[in-house]
């Protein structure tokens, strides 16, 4: 992410729920925003609840279903 490497375990674990976070956060100047203030929580908890409904919905065992991970951490918007 950035110039960091930042390494996590597969969809069998919430292991992506972080990186698909920053993924969700790519979009905004988080760095500029008051990490106390309304804005920077309102972002970062938003991207919170969206990454962890996405885990509920599409996380599990790839051995047993597929696991859309290229499109859960992509730029694309939908």
Request: with cysteine; net charge negative; proline share 9%.
């Amino acid at each position: 992410y950035g110039e960091h490497t930042l390494l996590k375990c597969g969809p069998w674990s919430q292991g992506p729920v972080f990186p698909q976070m920053l993924a969700l956060l790519r979009g905004f100047d988080i760095g500029a925003m008051d990490p106390v203030g309304a804005d920077f929580v309102h972002v970062v908890a938003e991207a919170m609840k969206l990454a962890y409904a996405d885990r509920e919905a599409f996380y599990g065992d790839p051995d047993f279903g597929p696991v859309p991970m290229g499109v859960l951490l992509s730029d694309a918007t939908q």
